[in-house]
């Protein structure tokens, strides 16, 4: 069974940094696509930040020049350094992982709540 766990959330203040981890267990191979997304309370799902492969990235503009995502293939792990957080950075963060031969797969989210 695969399983994403996400770490890392929590409380920070306002340009302070967090920096998120989503760790893959099970039989999960061929990860293409890894991306981060937040769930703020009332609003819709929303990309944070992805990695391909190839380690070529794309980033929401909100987050452009404070976040920076990257991946360790060897761990199946994806990171996601936040830094200069703002209070509407706050929300569940979700980390997916889009695989070339059993599909795409999602972490239960963890939370980070900025301060002002």
């Known amino acids: 069974q695969v399983r994403l766990e996400e770490s890392g959330g929590g409380l920070a203040q306002a340009g302070g940094s967090l920096r998120l981890s989503c760790a893959a267990s099970?039989?999960?191979?061929?990860?293409?696509?890894m991306s981060w997304y937040r769930q703020a309370p009332g609003k819709q799902r929303e990309l944070v930040a992805q990695?391909?492969?190839?380690?070529?990235?794309n980033y929401a503009d909100s987050v452009k020049g404070r976040f920076a995502i990257s991946r360790d293939n060897a761990k199946r792990t994806m990171y996601l350094q936040m830094n200069s957080l703002k209070p509407e950075d706050t929300g569940v963060y979700y980390c997916?992982?889009?695989?070339?031969?059993?599909?795409?797969?999602w972490g239960q989210g963890t939370q980070v709540t900025v301060s002002s």
């Open positions: 099970g039989s999960i191979f061929s990860i293409n696509l």
């Open positions: 997916y992982f889009l695989t070339a031969t059993t599909g795409a797969y």
């Open positions: 990695i391909g492969s190839a380690g070529n990235t």
